[in-house]
């Protein structure tokens, strides 16, 4: 089990959408997030999910990281994923870095640490019991504007047996 997750704002903002940000804390205790990332999920453009962050931060199983992010070049990124990923770099043992983004996966699986996504979640959340049906989630979430191709919801309701 990883002991350090770090979450960029698309996992946040997704469980959200589907009322899942509790999962989280079920699946692995605390969460950190770069302040980068608090401030792009609490800025207001995403009314969808920010009183659910919002919650999730004062019962304190959400937290923001407390330390500068350390310094590392890397490719054109958002600033969320950047310091999600120059986080995990600094804490290479046994770190999970929740991400949905294509160019930050790559450039976090080029860089070491491991990398899950807002699907990996959904299909965590059934395996240990925590949801009847990933197949509902997705098609909650598909519902909504926020994106998991079929490929990867494929792979999961495979991989859940669904």
Do not use: N
């Not at 980068?36 to 800025?43: F, G």
């Not at 976090?108 to 240990?128: D, F, L, N, S, Y």
Request: charged share 25%; proline share 7%; net charge negative.
């Amino acid at each position: 089990m990883a002991r350090l997750v770090l979450t960029d704002a698309s996992p946040l903002i997704g469980l959200a959408i589907v009322e899942g940000l509790p999962w989280l804390e079920q699946l692995f205790g605390a969460v950190w997030m770069p302040r980068e990332v608090r401030d792009e999920v609490l800025s207001g453009r995403v009314p969808q999910g920010e009183q659910a962050i919002r919650d999730a931060l004062a019962a304190d199983w959400l937290r923001v990281w407390p330390d500068p992010v350390p310094d590392l070049p890397l490719p054109d990124l958002d600033e969320g994923e950047a310091a999600c990923i120059r986080l995990g770099v600094a804490h290479p043992d046994a770190v999970l870095l929740l991400m949905d983004e294509r160019a930050g996966r790559a450039v976090a699986a080029e860089c070491g640490p491991r990398v899950a996504g807002t699907a990996a979640v959904i299909g965590m959340a059934r395996k240990r019991g925590l949801i009847p049906s990933a197949r509902r989630v997705f098609e909650v979430l598909h519902q909504s504007d926020f994106r998991i191709s079929a490929e990867v919801i494929s792979t999961v309701l495979a991989w859940v047996g669904e």
